[in-house]
């Protein structure tokens, strides 16, 4: 039986300030209907949200859906629920983006993205 395979890249590192947030692994390929895990530290930022967007090539980022370490459950765009897409932390500042029966439309570029007071940005790829 052949399988699928889908690609998902994550943006790797941003360093803006002293803010470094990491994305891990920055690919990952699984099998049609497998599930997809992608990690995401917020370095020095522990009182945010994490927010996941996803980007298929040509076209423009779409904002999936951000989770801070206090709720119970992630805040959903457009599009994007439970339970093909959650996220969960293992603490205030490392978040994991789960991607549940994943299909050959799941194979993207996928950011994380957190805001950071100390400096007033966004921090991002």
């Given at each position: 039986m052949l399988w699928s395979l889908c690609t998902l890249i994550t943006a790797l590192t941003c360093v803006s300030g002293v803010t470094v947030l990491t994305?891990?692994?920055?690919?990952l390929t699984v099998?049609?209907?497998?599930?997809?895990?992608?990690?995401?530290?917020?370095?020095?930022?522990?009182n945010s949200?994490?927010?996941?967007?996803?980007?298929?090539?040509?076209?423009?980022?779409?904002?999936?859906?951000?989770?801070?370490?206090?709720?119970?459950?992630?805040?959903?765009?457009?599009?994007?629920?439970?339970?093909?897409?959650?996220?969960?932390?293992?603490?205030?500042?490392?978040y994991r983006l789960i991607i549940n029966n994943v299909e050959e439309g799941d194979s993207a570029v996928y950011y994380c993205q957190t805001w950071d007071d100390s400096v007033n940005e966004v921090i991002s790829q």
């Open positions: 994305q891990k692994p920055p690919v099998r049609k209907g497998e599930t997809a895990t992608m990690d995401c530290n917020l370095g020095t930022v522990t949200a994490a927010r996941w967007y996803r980007q298929i090539p040509g076209e423009v980022p779409l904002y999936m859906l951000r989770f801070h370490s206090s709720w119970s459950s992630p805040s959903y765009g457009s599009g994007f629920s439970s339970p093909k897409f959650t996220s969960t932390h293992q603490s205030t500042s490392d």
